[in-house]
Nanobody, 117 residues
Framework: QVQLVESGGGLVQAGGSLRLSCAASGSDVDFNLGMGWHRQAPGKQRERVAL???????IYADSVKGRFAISRENAPNTVNLQMNSLKPEDTAVYYC??????????WGQGTQVTVSS
């Protein structure tokens, strides 16, 4: 089992920045394949925003390349998402995600990010 605790969401004006953090704990955290962030806007499907693998490879959605940066710390197991130059279309609930060594997905409870124009 894995518990993911997110923090850092909130309200920001367009062009501003926010930093999301997610702390992972539990028996399946070790040797995970990767951690990342997804988001879901009202009326839309959940989409992957950024992923960082256990080897440090990063993958970004085209819509956030050059604006968002994902990083992780191994002790404790934490993944961060630095979001710069935010746009109203970035408004969504952001979910932390961990992929275990046996390819099971764990999800956080979600944190709201709202970008005003």
């Amino acid at each position: 089992q894995v518990q993911l605790v997110e923090s850092g969401g909130g309200l920001v004006q367009a062009g501003g920045s926010l930093r999301l953090s997610c702390a992972a704990s539990g028996s399946d955290v070790d040797f995970n394949l990767g951690m990342g962030w997804h988001r879901q806007a009202p009326g839309k499907q959940r989409e992957r925003v950024a992923l960082i693998t256990s080897s440090g490879t990063t993958i970004y959605a085209d819509s956030v390349k050059g604006r968002f940066a994902i990083s992780r710390e191994n002790a404790p197991n934490t993944v961060n998402l630095q979001m710069n130059s935010l746009k109203p279309e970035d408004t969504a609930v952001y979910y932390c995600n961990l992929v275990s060594s046996w390819n099971h997905n764990y999800w956080g409870q979600g944190t709201q990010v709202t970008v005003s124009s």
